[in-house]
């Protein structure tokens, strides 16, 4: 219940700013309006809001100011892509209840980008769009190192899955997803890139034949698929995780944005691969503390919305 009055509660105010009206009375569609409803998926150890902050920061409210109706997802911080993906489902369907809309467009980041996936795969006829941003479409070496790092079952791996708990309850706590089911191993093992591989032939659509190609625009299922990422580490001295990611970067052969690789964010149509922005930076970083010289990631998402538009999405 309390994820459906949220949608609407959110529904009701971009439809209050969703159209704007010339002097002659004639209604003029805004920057960021696409036909159908925009939904945020986020990735590993995320959440829609926490204490007013939002997980992707300042995005919703960049794109509905212009026309977008945007809805945040709040699936498990921690979990399978499968299990996230049938909880994003869930959402999708109340997004479609509430707004009348046919279909949404889903923008997933990091672990949001394979959920997303997963939905438009199994329920193609919900979705017009997947877009995924430093998503985890063929692994992370992060996640490879720390499988084979700690051994299963042993103690170090139980010290970690505790700590990834409490973090999680830490998260459901603020974020008032108590009620979501949580599972560390599962989402790391979703992560790695024997789980990403696996995952890819039971839902293929937009996965890039090639190491670092693009997949196919629209696929069968005659779903979108756009990508992009960034390649920085460290891009803004004020930000105290670049330094975190700077030295998870250092675990790559292959430009990288501290947690995922390059190629490995590859999905259907690649708008761009070299941003200087790292993981967290895509999502606007913390608190919008982001690259000086690179585009602003809120400008990103604006024209996403505003490329989808010119598509009829």
Not at 80 to 97: I, P
Not at 123 to 138: D, L, R
Not at 266 to 292: A, F, S
Request: proline share 4%; with cysteine.
């Amino acid at each position: 219940m309390k994820r459906f009055i949220t949608l609407l509660i959110c529904c009701m105010a971009t439809f209050s700013s969703q159209a704007s009206t010339s002097t002659s009375g004639v209604s003029q569609k805004g920057y960021t309006e696409t036909k159908y409803p925009i939904v945020l998926v986020h990735g590993l150890f995320g959440f829609d809001s926490i204490a007013g902050i939002d997980y992707f920061y300042g995005i919703p409210h960049a794109l509905n100011k212009d026309g977008a109706t945007v809805f945040v997802a709040q699936i498990s911080a921690t979990n399978s892509t499968e299990l996230r993906g049938e909880q994003l489902l869930a959402q999708v369907e109340d997004v479609l209840a509430i707004t009348g809309a046919e279909k949404v467009n889903l923008i997933g980041h990091s672990h949001g980008g394979p959920t997303a996936r997963y939905v438009a795969s199994v329920a193609p006829e919900m979705v017009a769009s997947v877009t995924s941003i430093g998503g985890v479409n063929k692994g992370s070496r992060i996640a490879d190192i720390v499988r084979g790092a700690v051994p299963e079952g042993s103690i170090p791996e139980g010290i970690a899955v505790k700590l990834a708990e409490g973090l999680v309850g830490m998260i459901n706590l603020l974020s008032g997803g108590s009620d979501l089911p949580q599972d560390p191993l599962a989402s790391l093992a979703a992560l790695t890139t024997e789980g990403a591989l696996a995952f890819n032939q039971k839902y293929p659509e937009g996965i890039p034949e090639s190491a670092c190609g693009e997949g196919d625009y629209v696929a069968d299922n005659g779903v979108s698929y756009f990508s992009w990422t960034g390649t920085g580490n460290f891009t803004n001295a004020l930000d105290p995780i670049d330094a975190a990611m700077t030295v998870l970067g250092l675990g790559f052969h292959n430009p990288n944005d501290g947690l995922v690789g390059q190629c490995s964010t590859h999905l259907g149509k690649v708008i761009r691969n070299d941003y200087k922005m790292n993981h967290l930076d895509e999502i606007n970083g913390l608190l919008g503390i982001t690259h000086l010289f690179e585009t602003a990631p809120t400008t990103l998402y604006r024209q996403h919305a505003n490329r989808l538009q010119l598509k009829g999405l």
